[in-house]
């Protein structure tokens, strides 16, 4: 294996994390990986000239799940006698507090959503987001605050007390 080639595994996980935060489900996001690595390893000859490996395959990643999104597609579930049952979320705190962010999250626009999550998930710099998404500096800063305010109102909504009646 050559260096680029290491570097390139070695953003598998990276790639991972985003991608699922991405398209917010597993196989979806195991997709795309796959999709971006294989676009990646078509353009293996453009390795020399890259930089920044994990810019540019978040580059690669960003532009073919904007693709995909413009694309309307079908949502289908193979059920037969050996489908396994869907199992039923734990009900720990941390799973919970977790899924209320998920959910939270996927509340936001797509726009904000991507850079909120560069920034927190792969901690990229403002100036790394704008060149992987193609956007000057200041649309990153102006979708990253109006993205976190968003998203601390949502939050705040859920964490007030459900008011029960008594009923006699």
């Known amino acids: 294996m050559r260096l680029d080639e290491h570097e390139l595994l070695n953003m598998l996980p990276r790639l991972r994390r985003y991608a699922r935060a991405l398209v917010r489900h597993k196989e979806e996001a195991d997709d795309l990986v796959q999709d971006t690595l294989e676009r990646a390893w078509l353009k293996s000859s453009l390795w020399r000239g890259v930089a920044d490996m994990r810019g ?3 580059s690669i990643m960003h532009n073919l799940h904007a693709d995909g999104v413009r694309r309307p597609r079908i949502h289908t579930v193979e059920l037969d006698d050996n489908t396994p049952e869907i199992p039923i979320a734990a009900r720990q705190g941390e799973q919970l507090a977790m899924r209320d962010l998920q959910a939270a999250l996927n509340q936001l626009p797509d726009e904000q959503r991507e850079v ?6 792969e901690e990229m710099a403002y100036a790394e987001i704008a060149k992987t ?8 800063m102006s979708r990253l605050s109006r ?6 109102i949502v939050l705040e ?3 007030k007390p459900v008011r029960l009646k008594i009923v006699k």
Not at 116 to 121: E, F, G, K, Q, R
Not at 133 to 140: A, F, K, Q, S
Not at 147 to 152: A, H
């Open 56 to 58: 540019w395959l978040f």
């Open 116 to 121: 909120l999550l560069l920034v927190a998930l």
């Open 133 to 140: 998404l193609n956007i000057p500096i200041g649309t990153v």
């Open 147 to 152: 993205g976190r305010e968003r998203l601390r």
């Open 157 to 159: 909504a859920q964490d």
